[in-house]
C-alpha cells in the first residue's frame, strides 16, 4: 500500500513511507533512483541540506509528471544555521537548491548548533555554539506565515528537550525524526511523542547500513512466514506502530519492495518488541563527547533549552 498517510498536528497529510536519500548519491543513480520511485507511487522524499544532494533532486522533480501538491517534500538545515537570522535563509537555499516554492515539512536537523562557518559534516569541538534551541525554533514558526513551508519538525530530539520546549512553543513540532529500527525501539519517545501530538519519522528503518537488522533471525523467519523479505518485515512493524518510515534505496526491486507491507499478528509484534539491542548507528557523541546529552539524557544535561 502506498496511501498510508499519518495525519500531521496541524491536519497535513505525510504519506507513512517516504524515500530516504542520504548517500544515494554514492551509486551516480540518485535522479533515476527519484524518478523510479515517484512512478512506482513514493510521493514522501526525505531530503537534507547536508546530504549534498539536494540540486540532483530538485532537477529529478522537475522532470516527473506528478503534480507538485501531491508530493511532501521535507528538508532539514544545517546545525551551522542555528543562530535566528539565519534560519529564513537556510530554507531559501534549500529551496533554490530543490527548486521548490515550498516545503511540506522543515526540521532542525539536530538539537545543537555549530558556528556559521563550521562544516556540519566535519567539526571540532570548538565549533559547538550555544544557540538556545527556542530561539532557532521560533524562527522556525515565524516561516510558515510566508507560505514557504507547510510545517516544521524537528530531528534527534529527546524527550527531555521536547518536555522544555512544548511549552515555549507557538506551534508544537509537527514531527520528530529519530532512528528507530527493531535494534533500536525508542518505546518511551514514540509514547511521548504521541501522548503530545508530534508524529514519528523512524530514519534507518532498516537498520542502514552498519546494524545488521536485516540479518536478525527472528526477523528472517517472520519474513519466511509471510513470504516476504525482512526489509518488509521491519517496515511493516514500525507502521503497524503509527511510525513513518523513509527506507533509502536505489534499486528498483528493493524499492518496489519497500511499499507493500506485511501484515504481523500481534504475537510477532509482541515478539519483534523483545528483540530491541539499544543499538543506535547515528550518535554525533562518537565524534564530540560534548554532545553526549543528544541521546545520553541520563549522563548529561542538555545545556540550552
Ligand atoms: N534525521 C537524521 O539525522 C537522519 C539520519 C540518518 C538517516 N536519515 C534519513 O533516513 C533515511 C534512511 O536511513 P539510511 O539510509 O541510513 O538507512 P536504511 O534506509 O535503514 O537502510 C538503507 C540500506 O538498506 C539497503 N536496503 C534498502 N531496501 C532494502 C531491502 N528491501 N532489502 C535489503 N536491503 C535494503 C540499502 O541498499 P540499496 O540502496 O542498495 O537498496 C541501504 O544500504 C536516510 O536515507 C535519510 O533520508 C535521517
Redesign the pocket.
Known amino acids: 500500500m502506498t496511501d498510508l498517510t499519518i495525519k500531521l498536528n496541524n491536519g497535513e497529510l505525510m504519506p507513512a513511507i517516504g524515500l530516504?536519500?542520504?548517500?544515494?548519491n554514492e551509486?551516480g543513480l540518485l535522479a533515476q533512483t527519484i524518478k523510479t520511485a515517484i512512478g512506482l507511487g513514493y510521493r514522501h522524499i526525505?531530503?537534507?541540506k547536508l546530504?549534498g544532494n539536494q540540486e540532483e533532486i530538485g532537477k529529478a522533480l522537475k522532470e516527473v509528471d506528478v503534480p507538485r501538491k501531491d508530493l511532501f517534500i521535507v528538508s532539514?538545515f544545517e546545525e551551522n544555521r542555528h543562530r535566528p537570522e539565519l534560519v529564513a535563509g537556510a530554507l531559501d537555499e534549500i529551496l533554490n537548491e530543490l527548486q521548490l516554492e515550498y516545503l511540506d515539512l522543515l526540521?532542525m536537523?539536530?538539537p545543537y548548533a555549530i558556528k556559521p562557518e563550521a562544516n556540519a559534516m566535519s567539526f571540532a569541538s570548538s565549533d559547538i555554539e550555544n544557540v538556545p534551541i527556542m530561539d532557532t525554533w521560533r524562527a522556525m514558526e515565524d516561516l510558515v506565515s510566508t507560505g514557504k513551508v507547510r510545517s516544521i519538525g524537528v530531528?534527534?530530539f529527546n524527550q527531555t528537550i521536547l518536555e522544555k520546549m512544548i511549552p515555549q512553543c507557538r506551534i508544537v513540532p509537527a514531527v520528530n525524526?529519530v532512528?528507530i529500527?527493531p535494534y533500536l525501539q525508542a518505546k518511551e519517545l514514540v509514547k511521548f511523542c504521541k501522548k503530545s501530538g508530534i508524529a514519528v519519522t523512524g530514519?534507518?528503518?532498516?537498520?542502514?547500513?552498519r546494524v545488521n537488522v536485516?540479518n536478525d533471525n527472528f526477523i528472517k523467519h517472520v519474513a519466511e512466514a509471510h513470504i516476504g523479505?525482512?526489509?518488509?518485515v521491519a517496515l511493516s512493524w514500525a507502521l503497524a506502530r503509527g511510525i513513518a518510515v523513509?527506507?533509502?534505496?536505489?534499486?528498483e526491486i528493493?524499492l518496489k519492495?519497500?511499499l507493500h507491507q506485511v501484515t504481523l499478528t500481534s504475537d510477532e509484534m509482541r515478539m519483534i518488541g523483545k528483540i530491541e539491542r539499544h543499538e543506535r548507528?547515528?550518535d554525533p557523541a562518537s565524534d564530540n563527547e560534548e554532545l553526549e546529552w543528544v541521546f545520553h539524557e541520563d549522563k548529561m544535561e542538555c545545556p540550552v533549552i
Open positions: 530516504g536519500t542520504w548517500r544515494a551509486s526525505d531530503c537534507a546530504y532539514k526540521l536537523h539536530w530531528s534527534n525524526q532512528e529500527h530514519y534507518c528503518p532498516l537498520g542502514g547500513r536485516m523479505t525482512p526489509a518488509q523513509i527506507p533509502k534505496s536505489t534499486n528493493r519492495q519497500n548507528k547515528v
